[in-house]
């Protein structure tokens, strides 16, 4: 049976806010992530944490790194690992690219965000490079001024109320 064409929701299961603050995010991908069953069913109650992954190519294949998954409480024998190492899915020339920019151009990969699509977990992949401590000074600061004259504006439109 199909669905009708009905398309799901995409749902939010973790989302690593440092990465964007930490590296300058200049291409994102959309990956596949091979798991187990208590994976998935512990990532359904949201049991998860970017903060400490990475993404590494090895062997013509990407795999993530340091990403915790909890253990899922109904998981009967062999638990899986909570930081191990994880295979992402990707087409073979979206590798190669990676490998280039990881190995020669001193790109990093970064994991985004993690969500379900359609019933299938996806990870989206940030490539960008590392900011410097100046740069990030820079960030704050655009983001205060730009908060500052929102708050203005709606100041302003308050007062014409």
Known sequence: MSRGGRKEAQKLIAQNRAATFHYDIS???EA??????SEVK???EGHAHLTEAYAAVERGEVWLRQMYIAHFSQAR???HVEKGAR???LHAR???HLERAVLREGYT???LNLYFKDGWVKVTLGL???RKAHDKRAVIAARTETREALEEVRARRDRRS
């Open 27 to 29: 291409e994102r991908y």
């Open 87 to 89: 295979k992402l899915l």
């Open 42 to 44: 512990s990532l359904r």
């Open 32 to 37: 596949g992530i091979v798991l187990r069953g």
């Open 109 to 111: 990969l970064v994991p």
């Open 128 to 130: 960008g490079r590392g």
């Open 94 to 96: 979206e590798i190669r």
């Open 77 to 79: 024998a062999f638990p």
